[in-house]
């Protein structure tokens, strides 16, 4: 079965060091989300893309957060510099492409902890 | 915009008791509704949805839920609970017409007691 692929699982930093989560989409998904989720809430959506193209980032804090997906396929997130509050679960998810709201399938997480 | 909110934070229920988890959402049409399922430092995992028609919903692992527009709620239920069940399961509405975009609620962690 198909599955959403996400690198490194955990990873820990100190403050003011740059980080990056990778993801891979399932084959044919054009549409790729990426997530925050602190602990004990639920994801909040950092970023969507359509294909290469960006449709919704106005969560992601882009003074220190940036996204891309240069060839439509799979995904980097990068923090630069990272700070304490960025402890937290960072999910991704692809679905198909479409104006009608289609499941989405979410990776295994990446696991950031700040020090 | 659209909101969900999940009132209870922690439920704890026996073994082989029934379930109900409460999900209320805020969305000026009839919404998608979800509800997802994470085990420990896992992704998250579909059990069910609601786009239209039948109001009473079957998922996997035995999970249902019913959607109630008068109520603006959508509980989820099991009429068994199993050991495997403990996660945490979080609801989420999707606007239509809005590229796929989900708000997530803030999540009911179930405990099972054996």
């Known amino acids: 079965e198909a599955e959403v692929a996400q690198s490194p699982r955990y990873k820990i930093t100190e403050k003011s060091q740059a980080v990056a989560f990778w993801c891979d989409p399932i084959?044919?998904?054009?549409?790729l989300y990426w997530y925050r989720q602190i602990l004990g809430q639920g994801p909040e959506l950092l970023v969507q893309?359509?294909?290469?193209?960006?449709?919704?980032d106005s969560q992601l804090p882009k003074d220190r957060f940036s996204a891309e997906r240069l060839k439509g396929v799979d995904s980097t997130l990068k923090i630069q510099p990272a700070e304490l509050g960025d402890s937290a679960m960072y999910l991704c998810?692809?679905?198909?492409?479409?104006?009608?709201?289609?499941?989405?399938?979410f990776g295994p997480g990446t696991r950031l902890t700040v020090l | 915009a659209q909101s969900v909110t999940q009132p209870d934070i922690h439920i704890t229920v026996s073994e082989g008791a029934s379930l109900e988890l409460r999900c209320n959402y805020s969305?000026?049409?009839?919404?998608?509704l979800f509800w997802y399922v994470q085990s420990p430092g896992q992704g998250l995992q579909l059990l069910l949805k609601?786009?239209?028609?039948?109001?009473l919903v079957q998922g996997i692992k035995g999970f249902e839920a019913e959607f109630k527009r008068s109520q603006s709620s959508f509980n989820l239920r099991k009429p068994s609970v199993h050991w495997s069940d403990a996660a945490e399961y979080f609801c989420?509405?999707?606007?239509?017409?809005?590229?796929?975009?989900?708000?997530f609620g803030g999540g009911t962690r179930l405990m099972v007691k054996p």
């Open positions: 998810a692809s679905s198909y492409a479409g104006t009608s709201v289609n499941e989405q399938f």
């Open positions: 084959s044919g998904h054009a549409t």
């Open positions: 893309f359509q294909d290469e193209s960006v449709v919704d």
């Open positions: 969305y000026g049409a009839t919404p998608y």
């Open positions: 609601y786009f239209s028609g039948d109001t």
């Open positions: 989420a509405v999707g606007e239509r017409n809005a590229g796929n975009m989900l708000t």
